[in-house]
């Protein structure tokens, strides 16, 4: 059935078969029979080239434990384009990496006000990203399911709100 759909639409448009996906805007596509993987390790390499932490040190977790930030912090003030370029940048490698969607929410919620204090907080998140550069998302053919899920269950620590 799919090849003779794949066949109409050849004679219908101009396309050709180019086999499987290897790169899709930025994301790149690893398959093979009952399995997928998805990532953004050339990405994030250019992110971490264009903000100069092409060779900070890595570390093991994107956020501080018990971090607290505030919207009129304490010391000198950042460019906000260069802030909101890097936050922009983070969030499009939250496709395939949801283990720093906490933490690039909570460093976007400080952009109209950020500090050279506050920015400690997204160059943690690329000096995680440099230690964990080829993690992505593995999709798998499996009848044995599993859901694991984390939540932030300091909701009484927003400063803020």
């Known amino acids: 059935m799919f090849?003779?759909?794949?066949?109409?639409?050849v004679k219908e448009f101009k396309?050709?078969?180019?086999?499987?996906?290897?790169?899709?805007l930025g994301i790149e596509v690893k398959q093979k029979k009952d399995e997928i993987f998805i990532s953004q390790?050339?990405?994030?390499?250019?992110?971490?080239?264009k903000f100069k932490m092409e060779n900070c040190k890595?570390?093991?977790?994107?956020?501080e434990y018990g971090i607290k930030m505030f919207k009129h912090e304490e010391g000198e003030s950042v460019d906000p384009?260069?802030?909101?370029?890097?936050?922009?940048?983070?969030?499009?490698?939250?496709?395939?990496?949801?283990d720093i969607l906490h933490a690039v929410g909570l460093v976007s919620r400080y952009m109209e006000s950020l500090t050279t204090t506050?920015?400690?907080?997204?160059?943690r998140i690329l000096r995680y990203l440099k230690g964990t550069i080829d993690s992505g998302?593995?999709?798998?053919?499996s009848n044995d399911y599993k859901l694991v899920g984390y939540s932030d269950s300091d909701w009484g620590g927003d400063?803020?709100?």
Do not use: H
């Open 41 to 49: 390790e050339s990405y994030a390499n250019e992110i971490l080239k």
């Open 118 to 123: 506050n920015f400690k907080a997204p160059k």
């Open 137 to 141: 998302l593995f999709y798998s053919v």
């Open 3 to 9: 090849n003779e759909f794949k066949d109409v639409m």
């Open 15 to 24: 396309m050709t078969d180019m086999g499987l996906m290897l790169y899709y």
């Open 81 to 98: 384009t260069f802030f909101k370029s890097l936050v922009g940048s983070l969030c499009y490698q939250t496709c395939t990496r949801p």
């Open 159 to 161: 400063i803020d709100n």
């Open 58 to 63: 890595p570390i093991s977790t994107p956020t």
